[in-house]
């Protein structure tokens, strides 16, 4: 089993690769957040750090910055993705969660 500190620097290198991801892409925070449903302010504290990233905002970012998910979640900090990747469809997939979220937060829903 993964200790707390081999899973906190697995975070770590996921945030700076999204970060390095972002501005490869020439996209904004507020892109990247609007992608993925969040605030541009909840995704500024997720590039540094201090808020957790779930496993479905990192595949929608994966997809909206057209890298590969396997390099995101790679373990060796220094991997340099091999490919762009970008399919359509997890694309309107993710942004159609997005606008669900957006409306339940609208009209109150948990």
Known sequence: MRTRKEIDAQVEAIVLRLRGARWAADRSQAECAEAVGLQRPAYTMIEQGRQKITVAQIIGL???????????????????PTARWNPPFWISFMQ???????????????
């Open 62 to 80: 994966a997809c909206f910055l057209t890298v590969p998910l396997d390099w995101l979640m790679a373990e060796d900090l220094y991997r340099i």
């Open 96 to 110: 159609k969660i997005a606008a669900e979220e957006r409306s339940k937060r609208r009209i109150g829903v948990k």
